[in-house]
């Protein structure tokens, strides 16, 4: 029993020194996110594209 209060106090210490983002941090960088995962799909698309017309003139 004193490993688990021993565990959760220590999860309590480490909490209170966690520094939480602001606001209009966590806005800037979810939005940095989501423009990241836009490109990359949008690239996987494009390669997608290419390499299935390329099978087509092969095939």
């Known amino acids: 029993m004193n490993k ?3 565990f959760f106090g220590g999860v309590s210490r ?3 020194a966690v520094t ?3 606001g209009k941090e966590l806005k800037r960088n979810t939005i940095i996110v989501f423009g ?3 490109l ?3 690239f996987f698309i494009v390669v997608d594209f290419g ?3 390329l099978l087509d ?3």
């Open 4 to 6: 688990i209060k021993g």
């Open 14 to 16: 480490e909490m209170k």
């Open 20 to 22: 939480w983002p602001t």
């Open 36 to 38: 990241v995962c836009l």
């Open 40 to 42: 990359f799909a949008i």
């Open 51 to 53: 390499i299935d017309s």
């Open 57 to 59: 003139l092969i095939l």
